[in-house]
């Protein structure tokens, strides 16, 4: 199968009437509606000259006409470039210059239009799709068909370029392939277990690989329907979980759930599966999620680069902790920093290969090469070990390594412990400058409700848990970590915060 789009079109329900999304509002689109939307926003594009690989950039609010949009494009062919909301006009001018776009979608109030990013580019289209899902998108009146036939591409072809965070340099865009999600999306939904009776609590951001790709695509491949939140509100989830059976989420949904006084036998009585990623969960959320409701959250692994790499079982054991097995047709390998491969238990790099494994990064050949090994396994950047059943624990990525005193100093191993002491809530480890070790491990804190804990005490309590090289030097108490939207704690903010702790 060569085209995403044919793909889902072969598994649509054969009574389009089935609802497709169903609105916190209660409005609903059908099949139909996703067929006829799709459409006439393909045509609008057709008839704007954008075709098969024009790159068309997207900077939209979460509405079910942003979804149809990013359907048309790989209806015929094009190459979505979903780019967050909130991003500002200096960061939108890089991603223009970069993408070259021949066509930009976004909302009238977004900087694009305000401060005519524009300009400059005489060839770029522009079209607008509003909160409300109404816009020019929609010029086609609905009478050209044109639209109808499926644009004819290979498997290697782009469908989407998503841009990395880009925490250590300029962001760069990962170019995935219909090739890359036809194979990632048909292995998620069998190893998920995904039925004609299921339907997904949608509230996760789709301009990021979870709510896009992981979320949408088992949907769309079940011909299945789903309730699509505008954004994660923990009221809004408690009330549409018992009409719903799948939920995925990242741990700080899961952490304001179990908060939530109305978590309980009848809100889940309909959930047949928790989905947790894109950020670490504690095991002690897993387990007292467990404890609450007698569901074990669904752990998994992946990234930008290579959609889903691995998942804990949908029969079988869920290990807390760890982000499961190799999904099928997909190889996790841990090896050194020279690409040798080391033996289960020992931790170092991870790297994958398989039919998910993306393209390589955009106008950037130089640095898609330095991220492939000569055998062509890609290096994920994160660092972690396989136990005898090849369960994957990941203990954080290569570049939040600290290196004090010349030993190696993983953060992930210190906040689990961290962690599991009374009173805390949240941690995240870093490494500053140091004048005597180069760098010095440092502890940010999050306390429950009005804990008050002495620093030095806490780190004579660590001394006993860690040896003396692991222990932070200093432990910042905070009233909140920076998250990203994807609840990843922005340990680069951290580093900046706290980067003169040493300086003498």
């Not at 009221?235 to 949904?253: A, K, S």
């Not at 889940?268 to 999620?289: C, H, Q, T």
Request: contains cysteine; hydrophobic residues 35%; glycine residues 8%.
């Amino acid at each position: 199968m060569s085209s995403l789009y044919k793909l889902f079109e072969e598994r649509f329900p054969q009574d389009t009437t089935q609802s497709f999304i169903e609105t916190k509002e209660g409005k609903l689109y059908s099949y139909k509606d996703l067929i006829n939307i799709t459409s006439r926003i393909a045509n609008t594009m057709l008839n704007a000259g954008i075709g098969h690989g024009g790159r068309v950039i997207f900077q939209v609010n979460k509405t079910p006409e942003a979804i149809f949009l990013y359907l048309a494009c790989l209806k015929i062919g094009a190459i979505s470039v979903p780019l967050n909301s909130s991003y500002t006009s200096t960061e939108l001018s890089y991603f223009i210059d970069d993408i070259e776009p021949a066509l930009v979608v976004c909302d009238p109030a977004s900087p694009i239009i305000k401060e005519g990013l524009l300009q400059s580019r005489n060839k770029t289209c522009l079209l607008t799709l509003d909160k409300h899902g109404e816009g020019t998108i929609f010029k086609d009146n609905g009478n050209n068909s044109h639209s109808e036939n499926i644009a004819n591409v290979n498997a290697d072809d782009i469908a989407c370029i998503l841009y990395t965070s880009g925490t250590t340099g300029k962001p760069k865009g990962a170019m995935i392939t219909h090739g890359n999600l036809s194979s990632n999306a048909m292995t998620l939904h069998q190893s998920w277990g995904f039925n004609n009776d299921d339907i997904l609590l949608h509230a996760l951001p789709i301009f990021h690989v979870h709510g896009l790709f992981v979320a949408l695509n088992c949907v769309l491949l079940n011909g299945s329907s789903m309730i699509f939140l505008p954004e994660f509100n923990v009221n809004d989830v408690i009330e549409f979980l018992p009409m719903v059976t799948v939920l995925m989420g990242v741990p700080t949904f899961y952490t304001r759930l179990l908060s939530h006084p109305e978590l309980n036998n009848e809100t889940i009585n309909n959930m047949r599966l928790f989905i947790s990623g894109s950020a670490p969960l504690l095991k002690e959320v897993s387990d007292d999620f467990y404890t609450k409701t007698g569901h074990r959250i669904l752990e998994r692994y992946g990234m930008t680069e290579t959609v889903m790499i691995a998942s804990n079982p949908l029969n079988g054991e869920r290990l807390p902790g760890t982000v499961g097995q190799a999904l099928p047709d997909i190889t996790v390998r841990i090896t050194t920093d020279d690409d040798k491969i080391l033996g289960n238990g020992e931790t170092g790099n991870i790297q994958v290969s398989g039919p998910n494994v993306f393209k390589g990064y955009w106008k950037n050949i130089e640095k898609t090469q330095e991220e492939f090994t000569k055998d062509g396994f890609l290096k994920t950047g994160d660092v972690g070990f396989l136990d005898d059943k090849g369960y994957l624990t990941i203990v954080g990525r290569s570049k939040d390594l600290i290196i004090s005193g010349g030993y190696n100093v993983y953060p992930k191993e210190i906040e689990i412990i961290m962690n599991g002491l009374d009173g805390v809530q949240e941690t995240a480890v870093i490494g500053v400058p140091h004048p005597d070790f180069g760098e010095g491990v440092v502890a940010v804190i999050v306390l429950e409700g009005n804990t008050k804990i002495d620093e030095s005490n806490l780190i004579s309590l660590l001394k006993k848990e860690l040896a003396t090289y692991k222990v932070p030097k200093r432990i910042f108490k905070i009233s909140e970590l920076p998250l990203n939207v994807m609840g990843k704690v922005q340990k680069n903010t951290l580093r900046e915060r706290y980067n003169n702790t040493f300086d003498s």
